[in-house]
């Protein structure tokens, strides 16, 4: 065999063992690699695995404490809807007591509604009404009942007859007359219609019926009475009785006028009244003040006589005393002196008693001048309204 090829069989032969080897050492290494990576996983899916469970149990603590505050919410929400359940309960509650109690009050208001239309539905009672309401009036300004004031007087004179509601007297001896009675058919009818023509056609009604009262009441001449103003007031006792009838016509209270009449309303009727109480109350005022100023000129009188009195005292008491002070010495020169010789006789009698001084005189009264008494007049602004009567 040739030398060649011994040759390349040894290479052959060689590069066979050195595959051979190379592949069992590749083989060695490669699973050395795979334990390596393996365990290397292992480890990193442990860790991994603690870790989530560490995370876990941190986020099983927050879901925890997450859950006792939601809890605790739900129980105070809880409570606060139970709060607000019990108030809607005691407010409905309240409600309902309020609506049977605002249903009764009507109920209550509509039949005294109904039981005052009907007591005002005839003209005899309506003016009786007027009248109690315009006394209450005539008291809550001072007036007072047969003195400033009376009720259904009679009145006649050569040109005029009737029987006033009210007649009150004014400071000056005029008497003012009053009329209670008033319209109010129309006007309550009027009130009960829904529909809104009929209720207008209503209350021109109920302005004409008003006009008439006017015209009847010029026609009875409280107003052409000697001791009377030239008007008499009629007095409705509301104000929308006046209000629908000038909404009507415009021109109602100056047509009134016309007939001497005036018509009052219980604003406009008390503020009438408390000007001739305040009139009343001047005039007690001025009244006063001239009753003042008698009784101190009759004070000043007596003062005066007094005062020249006291002089007089005065006088007679300095005029004593100085007759007192000349008796005295003319005592101990005669009296004393004859009396202590009497006693050198050996006659009996009380020497202690004669042996006692006179007193002295006493000290001079201070003098009063006799002159008249000088003061300033004191005036007193106040008017006073002459009572005819």
Do not use: C, W
């Not at 009195?309 to 007759?323: M, P």
């Amino acid at each position: 065999m040739s030398s060649a090829l011994v040759t390349l069989i040894t290479l052959i032969i060689g590069l066979f063992l050195g595959t051979v080897l190379g592949f069992l050492l590749a083989s060695r290494r490669s699973g050395n690699i795979s334990d390596l990576t393996f365990q290397l996983t292992t480890a990193r899916a442990e860790r991994d695995l603690y870790k989530s469970e560490r995370d876990n149990a941190v986020d099983d603590s927050n879901l925890a404490t997450q859950i006792e505050s939601m809890k605790s919410a739900m129980e105070k929400l809880q409570k606060e809807a139970q709060e607000a359940d019990r108030r809607r309960i005691d407010a409905e509650s309240d409600i309902r007591t309020q609506v049977r109690t605002m249903s009764t009050h009507n109920e209550s208001l509509v039949a005294q509604t109904k039981a005052i239309a009907g007591a005002l539905s005839h003209s005899q009672k309506r003016g009786k009404f007027g009248e109690a309401q315009l006394e209450l009036m005539l008291e809550d300004a001072g007036l007072h009942k047969g003195i400033e004031y009376s009720a259904q007087r009679s009145t006649t004179d050569s040109d005029s007859s009737g029987i006033p509601d009210i007649t009150v007297k004014m400071p000056g001896g005029t008497k003012l007359f009053i009329d209670s009675k008033f319209p109010f058919d129309r006007f309550i009818e009027a009130h009960e219609v829904e529909d809104s023509d009929e209720r207008e056609q209503l209350f021109i009604e109920h302005k004409k019926d008003l006009f008439n009262h006017v015209v009847a009441l010029s026609k009875r001449g409280y107003q052409d009475s000697q001791d009377s103003p030239d008007f008499v007031i009629l007095f409705v006792p509301f104000e929308s009785l006046l209000t629908e009838a000038l909404r009507v016509d415009p021109l109602f209270l100056e047509n009134a006028f016309k007939l001497n009449v005036t018509i009052a309303t219980p604003t406009s009727m008390m503020a009438l009244l408390r000007t001739i109480g305040n009139v009343y109350s001047r005039n007690a005022v001025a009244h006063n003040a001239e009753n003042i100023a008698q009784s101190a000129a009759v004070f000043m009188k007596d003062l005066t006589l007094l005062h020249t009195k006291i002089i007089k005292v005065g006088t007679a008491i300095n005029s004593l005393s100085k007759a007192y002070g000349d008796l005295i010495p003319t005592a101990e020169s005669t009296v004393k002196r004859a009396a202590a010789k009497i006693l050198s006789f050996g006659v009996s009698a009380d020497k202690d008693k004669l042996a006692l001084s006179y007193p002295d005189a006493p000290a001079p009264v201070r003098e009063l001048k006799n002159g008249e008494l000088a003061a300033e007049d004191d005036f007193i602004d106040a008017e006073e309204i002459e009572d005819e009567t």
